[in-house]
């Protein structure tokens, strides 16, 4: 039996909507055509499906995908036995190239061709003010999101397909290759120049581990969003050492959204835009209205003003009560009394920030004990301090026995202090 064909007529065929213009050899393009090719083989339109198939491949030669599926069909029409048959050895490559049609397939319902304003995955409870760009990696759909947000509102701008870790997600270890979950920055870029072909167009590097990953013990390092290598259009769903991958036009789009130059020569600190990009990697998300989220809001918006006003009034008894442990409370404070420059600045910035100008974000986790961690929950708030916003603050939340939720640990990025 033709596995091509089982594969496509296993999942339910969904309405192709139409494409909005684009350059025809743009990846969004080839997003478009292997959506049609292979909703016409799912719904059982063979020789429409072939013709699709071979204007793919002409119009798309490093398409290894769109390759296989003209080859494979127009075998098909010769009655010949195709690679995908050969169920008695099939190559790591041949199976990454089943498992992307799968995974495009699957991905059809997700595929949009205008903004949709006011959707965010449900882990997102608020975004600040100070968020200009939301990058959503759905590490379970191999898809990425565009989200552009104007004060605190969101848009979601463009879809399309991701690779990610050869070993799936939730990333413990160094070179387990898995890819982590929660929330980072980007706080760096490798120009094509600077990189090895591997990479492709350049790569954005994210600031993994971050202060909860390396509280729960978790390793690792040099994880990016990047290119692919220039002779390919994309990589396997399951192929990279915990990165996330993209095709290289994909990726040069999302670089330009985010307002960053290209730094041709290092990995340095981005230049940021008015606002500031953030990006989440999870899985299995969830889509609502982020009106939704209202009394969520309204529950961390009241506990982080608990928490910036034990700190502006240096209550003890408050402040122990936040805390899971009391021995980073007890270190500022101790700094407070010595009159440490930083410290009191920091504080005094804290005060002046508003709650619903934060980002709050539920981290995401796998549900199974085989992640090996206590089954916890944690939330994240985000946000920016100083005359310029130049200050980031994270505070991580978890959730206690006694249903209560207490600060694990605290990350500041202080910019010139």
């Not at 209202?294 to 700190?311: D, G, I």
Request: charged letters at 20%.
């Amino acid at each position: 039996m033709k596995l091509i064909i089982l594969l496509c007529m296993t999942v339910f065929m969904h309405a192709l909507w139409a494409a909005p213009h684009q350059p025809p050899n743009s990846s969004q393009a080839l997003d478009r055509q292997l959506a049609a090719t292979l909703q016409s083989l799912s719904a059982g339109d063979m020789a429409q499906a072939r013709v699709l198939a071979r204007q793919a491949a002409r119009t798309f030669p490093n398409s290894e995908l769109a390759q296989l599926l003209a080859a494979e069909l127009t075998a098909v029409s010769a009655h010949q036995r195709v690679r995908a048959a050969k169920t008695e050895q099939i190559s790591p490559a041949l199976k990454g190239l089943l498992q992307e049609a799968r995974v495009r397939l699957l991905n059809q319902s997700n595929s949009m061709d205008s903004p949709i304003e006011q959707q965010l995955p449900s882990e997102i409870i608020q975004l600040g003010k100070d968020v200009s760009t939301l990058v959503v990696a759905d590490l379970a759909s191999f898809s990425l999101y565009h989200i552009s947000v104007d004060q605190g509102l969101p848009t979601l701008m463009r879809q399309h397909y991701i690779g990610g870790g050869k070993a799936g997600f939730g990333k413990r270890l160094e070179g387990d290759n898995k890819t982590p979950l929660g929330l980072y920055n980007i706080d760096g870029q490798r120009s094509d120049a600077s990189l090895p072909d591997l990479y492709g167009a350049g790569a954005l590097t994210l600031d993994y581990p971050n202060a909860l990953d390396r509280l729960l013990g978790r390793t690792g390092s040099g994880i990016w969003l990047h290119g692919v290598p220039h002779n390919q259009r994309n990589r396997a769903p399951l192929s990279s050492e915990g990165c996330v991958t993209m095709s290289n036009d994909h990726f040069i789009t999302l670089r330009q959204r985010l307002s960053l130059e290209q730094n041709p020569t290092t990995s340095s600190s981005v230049p940021m835009p008015s606002g500031r990009p953030m990006v989440f990697l999870t899985h299995d998300t969830r889509w609502v209205d982020a009106q939704q989220q209202r009394e969520e809001q309204l529950r961390f918006q009241a506990l982080f003003t608990r928490y910036k006003q034990a700190w502006a009034q240096q209550s003890l008894a408050e402040l122990l009560s936040l805390y899971e442990t009391p021995e980073p409370a007890l270190d500022r404070l101790d700094r407070l009394d010595q009159n440490d420059q930083d410290d009191n600045a920091l504080v005094t910035q804290l005060n002046a920030v508003e709650s619903g100008d934060i980002s709050i974000v539920r981290n995401p986790s796998i549900s199974s004990d085989d992640s090996g961690e206590p089954q916890q929950e944690f939330v994240i708030m985000r946000l920016q301090t100083g005359s310029s916003n130049e200050n980031q603050l994270s505070i991580y939340w978890a959730k206690s026995d006694d249903g209560k939720w207490r600060v694990v640990t605290e990350q500041w990025n202080i910019v010139n202090s």
